[in-house]
């Protein structure tokens, strides 16, 4: 039972070491790590209810997700790059184009989310 614990301790830690490595290394993961802190505090600050806060919740770790796998992947297609050097780029951009579209898609969802707020500030 205690070699388990040991184990699922030292798991988690090497998952937090990789999660470290991305928030040093990864540009975009910092940028989106702010702009998801900033999206749920206006959450709070607008009141949202329990289930949009969820829904907000959800969309910034879809990205955040997303963004970790595209560097793993950019990771190890590094380690090719010398030999296949096109066929890389066009995999890199895919990459690129996941994030992007699950970015475009949270914005959507939040803007969805935001609008009955926004307009009543306004008004």
Same mark, same amino acid.
Request: charged share 15%; net charge positive; proline share 2%.
């Given at each position: 039972m205690f070699s388990y614990i040991k184990q699922l301790k030292?798991?988690?830690s090497y998952a937090w070491q990789g999660i470290v490595y991305v928030h040093k290394h990864e540009h975009n993961f910092q940028f989106q790590i702010l702009v998801g802190c900033l999206v749920l505090l206006a959450g709070? %600050? %607008?009141?949202? /209810?329990?289930?949009e806060m969820i829904v907000l919740l959800g969309m910034i770790m879809l990205v955040l997700i997303l963004e970790v796998l595209n560097s793993v992947f950019e990771?190890? &297609?590094? %380690? &090719?790059k010398p030999r296949l050097t096109y066929q890389v780029k066009i995999i890199k951009d895919m990459l690129a184009a996941m994030v992007l579209l /699950? /970015?475009?898609f949270s *914005? *959507? *969802?939040g803007s969805i989310l935001f609008y009955p707020y926004m307009f009543e500030l306004l008004v």
């Amino acid at each position: 039972m205690f070699s388990y614990i040991k184990q699922l301790k030292k798991s988690f830690s090497y998952a937090w070491q990789g999660i470290v490595y991305v928030h040093k290394h990864e540009h975009n993961f910092q940028f989106q790590i702010l702009v998801g802190c900033l999206v749920l505090l206006a959450g709070m %600050v %607008v009141s949202m /209810a329990r289930w949009e806060m969820i829904v907000l919740l959800g969309m910034i770790m879809l990205v955040l997700i997303l963004e970790v796998l595209n560097s793993v992947f950019e990771k190890m &297609l590094d %380690v &090719l790059k010398p030999r296949l050097t096109y066929q890389v780029k066009i995999i890199k951009d895919m990459l690129a184009a996941m994030v992007l579209l /699950a /970015a475009i898609f949270s *914005i *959507i *969802i939040g803007s969805i989310l935001f609008y009955p707020y926004m307009f009543e500030l306004l008004v």
